[in-house]
């Protein structure tokens, strides 16, 4: 019985099994066609990717990324760790775009970079953060050094503090890509300076190099002089392997260097002048007075001037000559001398000895002292201090005049300017009967550090150029300052300019017709030893026959001694105070300038290239440049705007100091939250999609543009694939809505590559509407008609 009742027992327990079992299966395929739960995914810290070249600064953008949880959380701890041999980061700027601004209150950001190759950043919110945002980004500087690579940028510790428990949070680490670094073409002005001496004397003119912005690894030039009046004794230098080759009896002068370190020990690059070699000089017995030029025998051959940098590529070069003057008559062997004083900075007379070959006397020169009044205003009765004009006139009837606003003359004008409550002093050097050839003004680095520190502003005026310098200008000068006026007065002189501007490929004209074009007064050669700081010149319009309408259209047309040409727009003011009319504009570095009025033109011109015929389409566009590129081709009424005074770092880019002050106050750019505007920094294309957004809300109605962006934050979600949590998104989404800007082909917006040179003129054509120019004659001899950018850039660069 028990037997057989454990048998029912054993075949009740199989059924309630089966059916157990037949339960599951039938509520598994009920379930089975319901939604499934998502597994739960933790957010993430995403870090970006960009790429520069060595030295540019880049910014690595670091974002949240909920991951779609409901995680929220008000303070986040954050270590990141790069490689400090590729990576530097940015003293004093290492967090910027600071996002989380925009949308949270109350955020504190502290940031710790006292352990190399890490950064640790604690950010916190008085409101939680819950979605996924961009948070900020981290500003590295690529070195110098640093080879063509990924360089990986990584969380190295993270936390994220909901409440009270920290949530230790993983990353998407990010890198940046070392593109190969392209050097740009180094400019160097080489400078032979001026001594004076009698007959018999020996001096020293010092061959120099200014304005120097790339090392030099090698040079050798070959230098002419007149033999009956100067005999080279000696050539030396501070650099060993200096070689030379004189022939006394054809004036020829050859001096050679090359970096014996393979140019591991160049001549560095500096504004600062820095003496190449020195010549030593007799100057003959029998020399007649009168002034000996000692100059460059062929410089535009690379055989007899040749200028390199430590990897053997040329540099642009400019040749400034220089003299020798003779004072006095000529004097026997036996005659004893005195050394003189050297009139140009760096050069330096020695003891005299006799001797030379004997030449033909010709008329002496003479010289006369005038002296004129430092005012601060344009009349008599505002003197403050007086100057000499030392007249000289050449055998040859020639006459220089020579102005040097000694530290004393300068300290005196000085007290006087702040007793009378101004801030200009006027030097107004006369040229009543119009004879004077040229004119060197002269100021030593004492007259130039009084002006700065006492921010003065110093005015130069003459007949046929007035100029105007800044005290920010002349603040930082090291030595001694020259400027050299030499104004084109024979009809001759202005035909030859005028066909040379005629030809340029920058002077295009809509017909043929000569007439429309037309040199306006006097071309105008200024030289200076003073480069990359903002003057302000001022020439007079000396045709009286101009209407307003002809006097709006004038330009002046620039040729840069590095080879570069310009076409400027100036503002139409009363020259030196006068009711004669004049045009003004602001220059950093100085050539021949002329004005020029061109009838029915319609020039669209707004960017240059550089002095080998290179455009350079690849290359990265900084702030700064952007910042002159608007100033440029969009309208804007700062004229008297000063907003650029209070960026802490303008020192860096004085050159675009007006450009940067009207982009500014156009409202086109703007500097950080720590008053800095970073000119040197290369510009984004994130950057560049928020200066578009701008531009087009100021030329279109506000309507217009809030419906444009409505439609892009609807349309476009998916198509820039890589903007979903960056801080520019939406500006973004706006621009690509408009067809200025467009994604690649794989969906990509790139919004942290730096804009190039080629899509920076692309960009800005597609604004103002300038259509392509496909000529079959290119511009550029980098820039090939195959290129994508070709049509743009031959529009961007020529009318």
Request: avoid cysteine; aromatic fraction near 6%; glycine fraction near 6%.
């Amino acid at each position: 019985m028990s037997k057989q009742k454990g048998h029912l027992t054993s075949v009740k327990s199989k059924r309630s099994m089966k059916a157990l079992l037949t339960m599951l299966l039938t509520v598994s395929m009920i379930f089975s066609w319901l939604p499934q739960a998502q597994a739960s995914v933790d957010p993430v810290i995403h870090i970006g990717e960009v790429s520069g070249k060595p030295g540019d600064i880049v910014e690595v953008p670091v974002s949240y990324d909920s991951k779609g949880s409901e995680f929220s959380f008000y303070h986040s701890e954050l270590s990141f760790a790069y490689d400090s041999g590729v990576l530097e980061l940015v003293e004093g700027d290492e967090v910027v775009n600071r996002q989380a601004y925009e949308n949270y209150q109350g955020v504190s950001l502290t940031e710790d970079t006292s352990a190399p190759g890490y950064i640790s950043v604690i950010m916190t919110t008085q409101n939680f953060i819950q979605e996924s945002t961009a948070l900020y980004s981290l500003h590295f500087k690529i070195k110098e050094t640093a080879a063509a690579d990924t360089s990986s940028v990584t969380l190295h510790a993270g936390a994220l503090v909901e409440e009270y428990d920290p949530f230790q949070v993983t990353a998407e680490n990010g890198q940046v890509t070392v593109l190969p670094d392209v050097k740009p073409v180094g400019n160097a002005v080489v400078y032979i300076g001026s001594a004076q001496g009698k007959a018999g004397d020996k001096v020293t003119l010092s061959v120099d190099t200014v304005s120097l912005d790339q090392p030099i690894g090698s040079y050798g030039v070959r230098l002419k002089f007149n033999p009956a009046a100067l005999q080279v004794t000696d050539v030396t230098g501070n650099r060993t392997g200096i070689q030379h080759n004189v022939n006394n009896e054809t004036g020829s002068l050859i001096v050679g260097w090359s970096d014996e370190n393979g140019g591991l020990n160049p001549i560095p690059a500096s504004d600062n002048p820095q003496m190449l070699f020195k010549i030593e000089f007799m100057i003959a017995s029998s020399a007649a007075a009168g002034e000996y030029p000692v100059q460059f025998a062929y410089e535009t051959l690379l055989e007899h001037f040749t200028v390199t940098d430590p990897n053997g590529i040329e540099m642009n070069k400019q040749a400034v000559s220089g003299d020798i003057t003779v004072v006095g008559g000529p004097v026997t062997p036996t005659t004893p001398t005195t050394p003189t004083t050297p009139s140009n900075p760096g050069s330096s007379s020695s003891g005299s000895t006799s001797g030379g070959s004997s030449t033909p006397s010709t008329p002496a020169s003479t010289s006369e002292k005038i002296t004129v009044n430092v005012t601060n205003e344009r009349n008599t009765n505002a003197v403050v201090s007086e100057t000499i004009i030392e007249r000289t006139t050449g055998a040859d009837g020639r006459k220089k005049d020579e102005v040097n606003l000694t530290a004393e003359q300068t300290s005196r004008a000085i007290e006087s300017l702040k007793k009378a409550g101004s801030n200009i002093a006027r030097i107004m050097i006369p040229d009543e009967k119009d004879e004077v050839t040229e004119l060197n003004v002269k100021l030593p680095a004492k007259s130039t550090a009084l002006m700065a520190d006492e921010k003065m502003n110093l005015y130069i005026e003459t007949d046929n150029a007035s100029l105007q310098l800044s005290p920010n200008s002349l603040q930082g000068l090291v030595s001694d300052i020259f400027f050299h006026f030499v104004p084109i007065k024979d009809a001759a002189g202005r035909e030859v300019v005028k066909q040379r501007i005629q030809k340029d490929p920058l002077i295009v004209k809509q017909s043929t017709n000569t007439a429309e074009f037309r040199l306006v007064g006097r071309p105008m050669t200024i030289e200076t030893n003073m480069s990359s700081r903002p003057v302000t010149v001022v020439l007079p319009i000396r045709d009286t026959g101009l209407t307003q309408k002809e006097l709006d259209k004038l330009q002046v047309f620039i040729e840069h001694s590095d080879g570069t040409k310009e076409l400027v727009k100036g503002k139409i003011v009363k020259f030196n105070g006068t009711d004669q009319p004049g045009i003004e504009f602001e220059i950093t570095k100085f050539s021949t300038f002329s004005i020029i009025l061109m009838n029915g033109s319609n020039s669209s011109a707004y960017v240059q290239g550089y002095a080998d015929g290179t455009f350079r389409p690849n290359q990265a566009v900084q702030r700064a440049e952007m910042a002159a590129l608007l100033s440029r081709v969009l309208p804007s009424d700062s004229d008297e705007a000063t907003l650029s005074s209070s960026y802490r770092d303008m020192p860096v880019a004085e050159w675009a100091r007006e450009a940067i002050t009207k982009a500014t106050a156009a409202g086109y750019m703007r500097g950080n939250a720590s008053g800095d505007f970073l000119p040197v920094r290369s510009i984004t294309r994130a950057e560049m999609a928020v200066i578009i957004e701008r531009i087009l809300k100021i030329q279109e109605s506000a309507a217009d543009v809030n419906s444009e962006a409505t439609e892009a934050t609807t349309a476009l979600p998916s198509e820039a694939t890589d903007i979903t949590l960056h801080w520019a998104r939406e500006a973004v989404q706006r621009v690509l809505v408009t067809g200025v800007m467009s994604v690649s082909q794989d969906g990509a917006f790139r919004p942290n590559d730096a804009v190039t040179r080629a899509e920076a003129v692309t960009l800005l054509n597609r604004l103002m509407k300038i259509e392509p120019n496909l000529s079959v004659d290119s511009r550029w001899k980098d820039v090939s008609g195959d290129h994508w950018a070709y049509g743009a850039i031959q529009a961007a660069s020529q009318n």
